[in-house]
C-alpha cells in the first residue's frame, strides 16, 4: 500500500554514453540489408530489381540501388490491407498519393504477397505500373499472374 | 444483539475485503503476456523407467526429473479406464510401479478411445509425485509412438519444435553465472551487444526475423545480465523493482512507465519472473511491442529478456524457440 507513495527513483551509473540497450540501433540493424550481414541478400535484391518490370524500358534499377540516398518502398499485401513501409493504408489510391509523394528518382520498391486478396493485389500492382510509365518506378515482387 | 449485528458487520466487511482482493488478484494474473511460461510449456522427453525411477530415488525433489514440471514421457499402456479419462503407463522394460495418466479435457480423452493396451504412445503433461510416492501425470496430448529408447536431452513444445540440448550451442553470461542454450540457427543471427555497441549491459542480441527470411520487420530477442554492483550505487542495491524501473527508464528512453510489474511469475521450472510490457515507437514511426522479462539472481545481479516484435508484421513468430531458450537458462 505505502508502495504507492514511493517516488524514489534509483539512477543508474553508466559512464558509457550508451544505454543499455540501443533499441533504435538494435532494430534498425535488424531489418533486412541494414548491416554487411545481409550482404548476399542485398545483391540479390539489386539483380532483381535490375530485372523487374520497367514499363518504361530504364534500366534505373541497378544503379539506382547502389545509391545509398535512394530508397526501397516495401509494399506488402495481407488480405485486403496495404501496408507501405511498416504502416497500414486505406486503400490503393493512399498507396498511389503516398509514392507519387515520397517517390524520388531511383527510388525502387518491391510487393509482397501476404495472402493478398486478389483483387486489392491487382489494384496495388496498377498502382505501381502507372507509376513506372509516368515516373520511372521500378518495381518488383513475388506476384503472380492472377 | 447489537454485539451479534456487529460481528455481523465485520464478517461483511472481511468477506467484502477478500472478495475484492480476489478479484483484484485475478486482475493482476490476468495480463496476457507474449512469452507465457504456463501457456506455451515446454517438455522434457524421458521414458517411462526413468520417471519411475526418480520417483523411488528423490520423489521428485532433485534431480532431472522434479515434481510440477512437464514431460513427454514414452511407455506402453497398460490399463486404461472405460470412458477414457484414464489410464496407467508402464516403462517398456518390466517396472512393479506404473504411471497415472488422466485425460484434461475433451480433447485427450478422445485421443485416449482411439488407443487399446499395449499400445507404445508418448504422454505430454506435468507431472506429479505424492508423498506415497504415487505418480501422475495430467495429459495434455498423448500419441502413439515407436519408439522405445528416449533420450532425456530432448525438449520440445509438444509435437511442434523438438530441439536436443546437446545440438544447441551454449552461451555463458557474467563469467558463467548465467549459461543458457539457444536453437542452432540463432548463432547466424546473434550480436554481442558491448563488442558491437548496440548498448552498455552485457548480453546478446539474435535478429531472428533474419532467420529465413520471416519478416523484414523487426523480432529479436536479447538475452542479458545487468550487473548491479557495475551500474547502480551500492546504498541503492536493496531496491531491485527501483532498479528494473530505471533499467526499463534507460532502455525504452521515457521517464513514465506503464504497471509495473504488469505480471509476477513463479514458472514450473521454478524461475521467478517480473513481466513489463509497452509500445516502443521509433522516431521513424515504426511501432514496437516490447515486453521485457526480468529475473533476480542470488548474486544481487538481474537477467534481462527482452523481446522485441511487430504486433501486425510478426507473423511467423519465434516464440517457441525463445521459451525453449528460456526454459533452458541456468543461474
Redesign the interface.
Known amino acids: 500500500m505505502l ?1 504507492g507513495f514511493d517516488k ?7 559512464n ?1 554514453n ?15 540489408g541494414a548491416d554487411g ?2 550482404e548476399a ?1 542485398s545483391v540479390a535484391s539489386l539483380n532483381e530489381a535490375s530485372e523487374s518490370i520497367s514499363a518504361n524500358g530504364t534500366s534505373g534499377g541497378a544503379e539506382s540501388g547502389l545509391m545509398k540516398e535512394e530508397k526501397e518502398f ?1 509494399i ?1 499485401v495481407r488480405g485486403k490491407t496495404i ?1 507501405l513501409n ?3 493504408l486505406r486503400d490503393s489510391e493512399e498507396l498511389r498519393k503516398r509514392l507519387t509523394a515520397e517517390y524520388k528518382k531511383g527510388d525502387t520498391a518491391q510487393v509482397k504477397d ?1 495472402y493478398a486478396d486478389a483483387d486489392t493485389y491487382r489494384e496495388v500492382l496498377e498502382v505501381l505500373k502507372k507509376l513506372a510509365e509516368t515516373e520511372g518506378l521500378v518495381y518488383s515482387g513475388d506476384y503472380v499472374e492472377r | 444483539m447489537r454485539g451479534r449485528k456487529k460481528t455481523y458487520k465485520i464478517l461483511s466487511f472481511a468477506l467484502l475485503t477478500a472478495v475484492v482482493v480476489t478479484l483484484c488478484g485475478a486482475a493482476f494474473l490476468s495480463v496476457k503476456v507474449a512469452l507465457d511460461t504456463e501457456t506455451h510449456v515446454v517438455y522434457q522427453h524421458v521414458d517411462a523407467r526413468t520417471i519411475i525411477d526418480a520417483a523411488e530415488k528423490t520423489a521428485g525433489k532433485s534431480g532431472v526429473i522434479r515434481k510440477g514440471r512437464y514431460y513427454a514421457v514414452s511407455g506402453i499402456i497398460d490399463t486404461k479406464n472405460k470412458n477414457n479419462k484414464k489410464l496407467t503407463l508402464k516403462a517398456f522394460s518390466t517396472t512393479a510401479k506404473v504411471i497415472s495418466c488422466s485425460a484434461s479435457d475433451e480433447e485427450a480423452a478422445n485421443a485416449i478411445s482411439a488407443l487399446n493396451t499395449g499400445d507404445k504412445v508418448t504422454v505430454y503433461g506435468k507431472l506429479d509425485i505424492d508423498l506415497l510416492k504415487k505418480i501422475s501425470l495430467e495429459i495434455d496430448h498423448i500419441e502413439k509412438t515407436d519408439i522405445e529408447a528416449v533420450n532425456d536431452s530432448i525438449y520440445s513444445m509438444r509435437t511442434k519444435l523438438a530441439m536436443d540440448i546437446r545440438d544447441m550451442p551454449e552461451r555463458e553470461l557474467a563469467d558463467g553465472k548465467v549459461s543458457y542454450r539457444i536453437p542452432k540457427d540463432w548463432e547466424a543471427v546473434e550480436h554481442d551487444i558491448v563488442d558491437e555497441e548496440l548498448g552498455a549491459m552485457e548480453g546478446y542480441q539474435y535478429k531472428l526475423n533474419e532467420i529465413g527470411r520471416k519478416s523484414e520487420y523487426a523480432e529479436s530477442f536479447f538475452v542479458c545480465y545487468f550487473d548491479t554492483d557495475s551500474f547502480v550505487a551500492e546504498n541503492d542495491r536493496g531496491n531491485k523493482k527501483l532498479i528494473e524501473e530505471a533499467i526499463l527508464k534507460d532502455i525504452l528512453k521515457t521517464d513514465e512507465l506503464k504497471k509495473f510489474p504488469a505480471r509476477n511469475v513463479t514458472t514450473y521450472y521454478g524461475a521467478k519472473y517480473k513481466y513489463y510490457q509497452d509500445t516502443y515507437r521509433k522516431l521513424s514511426g515504426d511501432k514496437y511491442q516490447a515486453e521485457f522479462v526480468f529475473q533476480e539472481l542470488d548474486d544481487g545481479g538481474i537477467l534481462v529478456y527482452l523481446y522485441i516484435y511487430n504486433t501486425q508484421h510478426t507473423k511467423e513468430s519465434a516464440r517457441d524457440e525463445i521459451m525453449l531458450t528460456m526454459r533452458l537458462a541456468e543461474t
Open positions: 508502495s524514489r527513483t534509483v539512477e543508474l551509473q553508466n558509457s550508451m544505454p543499455l540497450i540501443d533499441l533504435d540501433k538494435a532494430i534498425d540493424r535488424a531489418k533486412w550481414s545481409n541478400d516495401i506488402k501496408c511498416g504502416t497500414d501476404d
